[in-house]
């Protein structure tokens, strides 16, 4: 984490912001992770977005299929997300 979004997060939540919501428009996780560690190392409660593109009941979709998904959800929570949500794009 850097400083930039460790003194963001923390005004944030001195002025009344209290959920945020984290995503990374690849599904980065380790990206991910950073910007879940400064929420909630500020006190935020930290909802992780996963970035639903396509159809998981499409058979020919083999990379980005339903078994991508349950793994990134667990991967997020494993990390400590507080909400989980789809953002689907």
Do not use: W
Request: net charge negative; with cysteine.
């Amino acid at each position: 984490m850097n400083l930039a979004e460790k003194i963001f997060c923390e005004m944030a939540v001195k002025s009344g912001m209290d959920i945020f919501r984290v995503f990374d428009s690849l599904n980065y996780v380790p990206n991910l992770i950073v910007g879940m560690e400064a929420a909630g190392k500020a006190g935020g409660v930290v909802e992780a977005a996963i970035s639903y593109t396509g159809d998981v009941s499409d058979p020919s979709k083999t990379q980005y299929n339903l078994e991508y998904y349950e793994k990134l959800a667990t991967e997020l929570v494993k990390a400590g997300t507080h909400v989980l949500c789809i953002k689907i794009l």
